[in-house]
Nanobody
Framework: VQLQASGGGLVQAGGSLRLSCALS????????IGWYRQAPGKQRERVAT??????TTYADSVKGRFSISRDNAKKVNLQMNSLKAEDTAVYYC??????????????WGQGTQVTVSS
């Protein structure tokens, strides 16, 4: 399975961007798909996740501004509104799935840069 992230760019504070994560194939047993970000000099952090059942989680810093959703079995989106300068980071999508009942795997996509100018 390969993940392709897209949709990053440069936007002014207060603006919006929509990131997409496309899967090359849909594994049989997906645990969840998530968006993570890493700003310069900082550790990678979880932004939002969506489980196979549709449950979502958000980092406190993005609650009420970001929304994660699934278009279909092979595409997950992250709608980012009211962007702030501190949202500037490289954003990555990650897939967690079970290759079989005893083997849990994670696959990361390449990052997409989001830059918010203040």
């Amino acid at each position: 399975v390969q993940l392709q992230a897209s949709g990053g760019g440069l936007v002014q504070a207060g603006g919006s961007l929509r990131l997409s994560c496309a899967l090359s194939e849909s594994p049989f047993s997906i645990k969840d798909i998530g968006w993570y970000r890493q700003a310069p000099g900082k550790q990678r952090e979880r932004v939002a996740t969506i489980s196979s059942g549709g449950s979502t989680t958000y980092a406190d810093s993005v609650k009420g501004r970001f929304s994660i959703s699934r278009d279909n079995a092979k595409k997950v989106n992250l709608q980012m509104n009211s962007l702030k300068a501190e949202d500037t980071a490289v954003y990555y999508c990650k897939l967690g799935f079970y290759e079989d009942p005893w083997r849990y795997l994670e696959v990361w996509g390449q990052g997409t840069q989001v830059t918010v100018s203040s």
